[in-house]
């Protein structure tokens, strides 16, 4: 079965950037539209951005758009996201997930990773 492992969250300060990966297994990676979703402390998971089996497609939450960026390397099975201009209503836990696009824009997929902190300060 599938497997997710998110990396790269941390500690920054508002206006920094981070940038996370998380590494897929146990089926062929191109295959599969991939997205990062994120959820704060007593708030709901909620979609950050998702991009289509090759790359082509992206498509970003408004509130994330022009400052995250979704990418991927079929050839190291990894995902990423780069998140530049960060402010403190970016805290959250950051999952990565795996599944067809429309599965992944509505978080209706089955795979999930553990997910990754990532905190900022202000």
């Known amino acids: 079965q599938v497997q997710l492992v998110e990396s790269g969250g941390g500690l920054v300060q508002a206006g920094d950037s981070l940038r996370l990966s998380c590494v897929f297994s146990?089926?062929?990676?191109?295959?599969?539209?991939m997205g990062w979703f994120r959820q704060a402390p007593g708030k709901e998971r909620e979609f950050v951005a998702v991009?289509?089996?090759?790359?082509?497609?992206?498509y970003y939450a408004n509130s994330v758009k022009n400052r995250f960026t979704i990418s991927r390397d079929n050839a190291k099975n990894t995902v990423y996201l780069q998140m530049n201009s960060l402010s403190p209503e970016d805290t959250s836990v950051y999952y990565c997930?795996?599944?067809?696009?429309?599965?992944?824009?509505?978080?209706?997929?089955?795979?999930w990773g553990q997910g990754t902190q990532a905190t900022v300060s202000s």
């Open positions: 991009i289509t089996w090759n790359g082509a497609i992206t």
């Open positions: 146990g089926r062929t990676f191109s295959d599969y539209a």
């Open positions: 997930t795996a599944g067809s696009y429309n599965t992944v824009i509505h978080g209706s997929t089955d795979v």
